[in-house]
T-cell receptor, first 110, second 111 residues
Framework: GQSLEQPSEVTAVEGAIVQINCTYQ??????LSWYQQHDGGAPTFLSY????GLEETGRFSSFLSRSDSYGYLLLQELQMKDSASYFC???????????FGTGTQLKVEL | NAGVTQTPKFQVLKTGQSMTLQCAQD?????MYWYRQDPGMGLRLIYY???????DKGEVPNGYNVSRLNKREFSLRLESAAPSQTSVYFC??????????FGSGTRLTVV
């Protein structure tokens, strides 16, 4: 089966940097994605890594190591509006299927 | 662009009733998906359609059926609702598998 592990909660202060880790066990791995979801809202796409290395999109960066079955999302210059749940998701089936982790709730404090 | 539109946004059903959740996308995406989200369990794939004319089971298909009506529309049907199907249902679509666009969700309660 497919499984992704990520911490359930992370707390950080405004302006800080936080890293959310994700380890995965999947067959037919295609790539790793990250999604943000605010309470009561829909998941929104943040980042995607098909190859090893770092992808940067503004304040957010995502990293993938295929050999370690590991990735992380890095959020810099944290803002209160970044308080949300963050999900890693593994693409399989040639990219046709996406399996989600259980999510990390990020709390940003003053 | 509206993106992915789901109807209804809220629904209360009695056990044993049936209903269809509607989903439409206007981005010309090939692939469409139905997920359910329960507290503490992330999103679980119910069914998906990689392209028009095809549908496949996901992780939790029991109790559900789907129809890919055309390239734009992908519906999810509950034939006989059960309390275990109380959840938030999200429809999603993608062109390439790189990034999915989600609808705003349907909050379903089965009593």
């Amino acid at each position: 089966g497919q499984s992704l592990e990520q911490p359930s909660e992370v707390t950080a202060v405004e302006g800080a940097i936080v890293q959310i880790n994700c380890t995965y066990q999947t067959s037919g791995f295609y790539g790793l994605s990250w999604y943000q979801q605010h309470d009561g809202g829909a998941p929104t796409f943040l980042s995607y890594n098909a190859l090893d290395g770092l992808e940067e999109t503004g304040r957010f960066s995502s990293f993938l190591s295929r050999s370690d079955s590991y990735g992380y999302l890095l959020l810099q210059e944290l803002q209160m509006k970044d308080s949300a749940s963050y999900f890693c998701a593994a693409g399989t089936g040639g990219g046709n299927k996406l399996t989600f982790g259980t999510g990390t709730q990020l709390k940003v404090e003053l | 662009n509206a993106g992915v539109t789901q109807t209804p946004k809220f629904q209360v059903l009695k056990t044993g009733q049936s209903m269809t959740l509607q989903c439409a996308q206007d981005m010309n995406h090939n692939s469409m998906y139905w997920y359910r989200q329960d507290p503490g369990m992330g999103l679980r794939l119910i069914y998906y359609s990689a392209s028009e004319g095809t549908t496949d089971k996901g992780e939790v298909p029991n109790g559900y059926n789907v129809s890919r009506l055309n390239k734009r529309e992908f519906s999810l049907r509950l034939e006989s609702a059960a309390p275990s199907q109380t959840s938030v249902y999200f429809c999603a679509s993608t062109a390439s598998g790189r990034g999915y666009t989600f609808g705003s969700g349907t909050r379903l309660t089965v009593v």
